[in-house]
């Protein structure tokens, strides 16, 4: 199922899969809502108990690794923009994570948490994309970062005419 164009409002799991090569347990956010182009959204990461990294970070207290929270964030941006070079005749090659600055962690995320990544646009120069990150659990800033990524793309072939 192609991607229509780029007024993509959400994006659920499907299109995700569509637009970046994560899979699980790797994929770090399950829903996109609120999807302004390029330029912002919110994505959903629910936390259950069967997390494989939270039977040992940390036996008995079980914490959502901070790493994982960033990376989410990442994966939520990446989703944005994967799904604008889509729209525009672009298909997304690879996504590499090239910075992540003033990263701050404010509160521990647990079993049972739904994450909500706001991502916003900073800059985007070349194939270069940053944006400044926020996770919040019910309404609650958990972490925020800046992150930035090089997605590369190639044009995409017209579909062949029978």
């Not at 936390?47 to 939520?76: R, Y």
């Not at 990263?103 to 049972?112: E, H, M, N, S, Y």
Request: glycine share 6%; charged share 25%; hydrophobic share 40%.
């Amino acid at each position: 199922m192609p991607l229509e164009t780029d007024d993509l409002t959400s994006a659920d799991i499907a299109r995700i899969l569509q637009c970046i090569p994560h899979r699980y347990p790797f994929l770090l956010v399950d829903r996109l809502v609120s999807i302004r182009g390029e330029e912002s959204c919110a994505g959903i990461k629910n936390v259950p108990i069967n997390e494989p990294q939270l039977q040992g970070h940390f036996p008995g207290n079980p914490v959502f690794p901070g790493a994982l929270i960033i990376e989410g964030m990442a994966q939520t941006a990446g989703v944005m923009c994967a799904a604008s070079k889509l729209a525009h005749g672009f298909m997304p090659k690879n996504i590499y994570m090239l910075a992540v600055d003033k990263a701050r962690f404010r509160k521990p995320v647990r079993p049972g948490d739904a994450i909500e990544y706001r991502m916003t646009k900073l800059a985007y120069r070349r194939n270069v994309w940053r944006y400044r990150g926020e996770a919040l659990v019910d309404g609650a800033l958990a972490a925020e970062a800046e992150i930035s990524a090089n997605l590369e793309t190639e044009r995409q072939q017209p579909d062949a005419v029978a």
